[in-house]
């Protein structure tokens, strides 16, 4: 996992491109000194840390316009960078590029109930929607563990998912239009109040292109209705093979639960020393089931679901009975980055989709590895989508710890992809898994996705070094490093 | 002009080397039901991709579906109704209103118009569905995008591109679906007698409460005047629809029934429910109506000035305002001026669906593009068909 080198030619321009931004924008909107630069030397995926020629803080779409039309102009490249939460290298710095920050694009632009939707700069948080309209009873419901941080622009850049889009959808399906600049500075108006798109599906294309075709300035979402009641099942098995069965079963039995999160034992333990969800301890592995509903809607599926489980020998079953104790089932799980951070010093978190059928086969591959080379590794699993985060334990600090755990990490997204899976369910490829990409398409395939850039963004300004891998393709596979326990945002929430 | 049957992928691929060789263009095409839909498009060759059919993977417990590109929606029907599953998007058959036979249809030829039905605004279209397919693109190249599995971010979201294309980027070859469990039951509350105005406030209200509906429809009495036994009268129908779990579907239809009953709400179950909205996506009483079809996706809100200033003759709306069928007389100008106008100002989207050849060619079919917007489609076929190979001119003039 590397950057590709700079251009040395644009580094040497530092200074004229630094002058020729402040000349285009607002005092204060352009900040060059390396002080203020650390701040944003890195997103989520600390393993990298670089900082860029200059961050540059739009406060409009016509600066945004403006800094793109110039950079494409100048030659120089564009990282945009909404929260910089990336767990995938999406927003990381370059060293020949400036930063876009969309920080300061943070208002809600527009609540219209009358046709369900909500419009908002692309600085706004995920949650900051919600908040905007729960007081009549709707929300946003894509909810990534970072909901608190991470903003809208990043999730339609990154197709941000969440514990209910097995349900309720990814970004994509609840996004109806953007407002997006090409490198060019032309403002494209893409989608807007419809319910289906004419023309090419453009929104469906630049929605999780990871900032490679564009940098969006503008954001429609559709809101829903909130439903009257959710609860929570805590459902215990007594192995990973039987836990995989009931989430099977229960799919089969024609429920599709509003969230399907299995952990395993150590993860469990780890969730519970940290902030006592109340999860059962001797049990191999723990599913939460939420369904949501009218009240008879949810008794009756929760007599279903726990039905189900107890015939495919779960060990325990209880169901949440407040609201107080639905939110704390959900307060371990949402901490696993947290939690598992507290139990080893280093951390590799992987991302990859298995068909939920390979769930048990692939758990004890993981497991064999694990023994192979001496690292614990901690499993925690979006089982209704078959969304799998394995988080591999290492100390940094020990010779050749490093390098066993990135090797464990190719290992398990190589056996994603050959159990017919893919590379990253919801990260994104980023950096981390750029090189890994062959993995799991063809020169075609590439060829393909690279012509379709190449119609947005002919120069290969936008991001670069990210997603597609260079021609130096080494081994490097997709996980997530945190170094230290000190990894960026321990305060929120993950996975 | 003949007409190429391929078998596989590879004969797809050979067919465009061919083409790509003597400068031809190739017309994609199922088993040809939608023909009426999209501008008329002249080739010198026809791709015919009907015999590309047949399962490769379905796992119900999965939730996936995986099947070649020409295989008929009638069988894939069959296969889910089988395992109590289904697609998400509610498939209708628009063959009869094409003027084409019903159950036909392919799912290539569904995913390549994004046809999708009632319960479009709950469960999504085809693009929403579609989670990875093989193609041949316009450099003879087969090639994959997606993935087999329902949560996937990896690589860019062909797949989104590929419906709604009309076969303007290449044939697909192979596709896999998300699919779902069939609801356990349905249930429809209708009303009578409401302007559309009126229903579509209503609509819209029940559409912003928790009460999960998954039809919120509106047909004028000239449509529903159509419908067979008590349900033909010349007066609006409304119609909400529950479908899940049997006591979820039992306790909303009740509620609302309570609810109107004073204006004179009745319940229609199982099979006489599930008529009704097959017959509303089918575009069923639409057939019946003789006249010029424009189609209009729009703001909900917006629905009831739409129609006010446009003035069909009679109009089926869906999705509780966001989609329109409006009939208008027909007539050479296909009244495109006032249609493609009255959508621009307020947002919306037409469509001219039902039009002759010439009308077709003459006005458009789809809403045109603003400059930036037809820029980047033009770059994007370039970049999957750079000789215009696959149905020139479908979409639009060069697309």
């Not at chain 1, 086969?361 to 985060?389: K, Q, T, W, Y």
């Amino acid at each position: 996992m590397h950057l590709p080198p700079p251009d040395l030619s644009i580094v040497a321009r530092r200074a004229d491109i630094v002058a020729g931004l402040r000349a285009l924008l607002p005092d204060g909107a352009v900040i060059a000194d390396d002080e203020s630069l650390a701040v944003y030397d890195c997103d989520a995926l600390t393993a990298i840390r670089q900082k860029p020629l200059c961050a540059v803080l739009p406060g409009t779409t016509e600066e945004v316009a403006a800094i793109l039309a110039f950079c494409r102009d100048c030659g120089v490249n564009v990282v945009p960078r909404g929260a910089g939460t990336s767990l995938s290298g999406g927003a990381i710095p370059l060293g020949d590029g400036i930063l876009l920050v969309m920080a300061k694009l943070n208002r809600v632009l527009d609540i219209d109930y009358e046709n369900r939707c909500v419009v908002v700069q692309p600085g706004v948080t995920n949650l900051a929607i919600t908040k905007a309209v729960e007081e009549r009873g709707f929300y946003y419901a894509p909810d990534p563990s970072s909901q608190i941080a991470c903003s809208i622009g990043g999730n339609v850049a990154e197709n941000s998912g969440g514990v209910h889009c097995l349900k309720y959808g990814l970004t994509t399906n609840n996004l109806l239009g953007v407002e997006m600049v090409l490198i060019d500075g032309t403002v494209a108006r893409i989608g807007g109040k419809c319910g289906a798109p004419s023309g090419y599906d453009l929104l469906g294309l630049v929605t999780g292109s990871e900032g490679l075709l564009g940098v969006v300035t503008e954001v429609t979402v559709r809101i829903l209705p909130k439903p009257p009641l959710a609860r929570a099942m805590l459902i215990g098995f007594p192995s990973i093979a039987a836990a995989g069965e009931a989430v099977a079963a229960i799919i089969a039995a024609g429920i599709i639960p509003a969230g399907l999160e299995l952990m395993d034992r150590i993860s469990v333990g780890a969730m519970e020393a940290f902030c006592a969800p109340g999860y059962p301890l001797d049990a191999e592995a723990v599913l939460i089931a939420e369904l949501d509903g009218t009240a008879v809607e949810v008794d009756t599926l929760i007599a279903c679901v726990e039905a189900v489980a107890l015939r495919a020998g779960a060990t325990s079953c209880r169901a949440s009975g407040s609201e107080a104790e639905r939110l704390k089932i959900w307060a371990g799980r949402k901490a696993a980055f947290a939690a598992t951070g507290r139990i080893a010093p280093d951390m590799l978190c992987m991302d990859g989709t298995i068909p939920r059928r390979e769930l048990a086969s692939v758990l004890e591959r993981i497991a064999e590895m694990s023994r192979a080379c001496g690292l614990p590794v901690a499993n925690v699993f979006h089982a209704g989508d078959g969304n799998l985060h394995p988080l591999i334990l290492y100390d940094v600090m020990k010779p050749g710890d490093l390098e066993k755990a990135e090797t464990f990490g190719n290992d398990i997204l190589r056996l994603c992809v050959e159990v017919g899976g893919v590379l990253t369910g919801e990260h994104g490829v980023g950096i981390e898994k750029r090189d890994l990409m062959p993995a799991m398409f063809d020169a075609e395939d590439l060829a393909q996705q690279q012509r379709v850039k190449c119609a947005f963004d002919p120069t290969h300004r936008l991001n670069p070094g990210k997603v597609f891998p260079t021609l130096h393709a080494c081994a490097e596979l997709g996980r997530v490093h945190i170094h230290g326990g000190a990894f960026r945002h321990p305060e929120l929430p993950r996975l | 002009m003949t007409v190429i049957w391929v078998y596989n992928a590879q004969e797809a691929a050979d067919a465009v080397n061919a083409a790509l060789a003597d400068g031809t263009t190739l017309s994609v095409r199922g088993r040809d039901t939608k023909r009426g839909l999209g501008r008329p498009v002249a080739t010198d060759h026809v791709l015919d991709i009907s015999r590309l059919a047949g399962t490769i993977r379905y796992e119900p417990e999965e939730l996936i579906l995986t099947v070649k590109a020409g295989t008929p929606m009638t069988d894939i029907e069959m296969m889910l109704r089988e395992q109590r599953q289904i697609l998400p998007f509610e498939p209708p058959d628009w063959g009869p209103f094409f003027g084409a036979p019903d159950r036909r249809a392919t799912i290539g030829g569904v995913l390549a118009a994004d046809v999708a039905g009632p319960r479009r605004f709950k469960t999504g279209a085809p693009r929403d569905a579609l989670l990875g397919f093989a193609a041949v693109n316009g450099f003879g190249e087969i090639y994959k995008a997606g993935g087999k599995v329902v949560k996937n971010v990896t690589g860019y979201d062909l797949p989104k591109l590929m419906c709604g294309s009309y076969g303007t980027l290449g044939p697909l070859t192979e596709v896999t679906l998300k699919v779902l469990p069939a609801p356990e039951r349905e249930d429809t509350i209708i009303l009578r007698g409401l302007t559309a105005p009126d229903a579509l406030r209503l609509l819209r209200a029940v559409a912003g409460e928790p009460l999960d509906a998954t039809g919120l429809a509106h047909l004028t009495g000239e449509l529903a005047q159509h419908l067979e036994g008590a349900l033909g009268v010349a007066e609006g129908l409304t119609a909400i629809r529950f479908e899940g779990a049997r006591e979820a579907v039992e306790e909303r239809a009740a509620a609302l029934l309570e609810r109107y009953r004073r204006g004179g709400a009745r319940r229609l179950g199982g099979e006489v429910s599930r008529q009704l909205w097959r017959r509303i996506g089918g575009l069923d009483l639409l057939v019946r109506e003789p006249g010029i079809v424009w189609r209009v996706a729009a703001p909900p809100f917006a629905a009831a000035a739409i129609a006010g200033e446009i003035g069909p003759n009679a109009a089926q709306y869906d999705w509780a305002g966001g989609l329109m069928w409006l009939l208008l007389d027909d007539a050479p100008h296909s009244h495109a001026s006032l249609v493609r106008a009255v959508a621009a100002r307020h947002n919306a989207l037409s469509t001219l669906v039902r039009a002759s050849d010439e009308q077709r060619t003459a006005h458009g079919v789809f809403q045109p593009q603003d400059e930036v917007i037809a820029r980047l489609t033009r770059d994007v076929k370039a970049a999957f068909d750079p000789n215009g190979v696959f149905n020139p001119g479908r979409m639009f003039e060069g697309i």
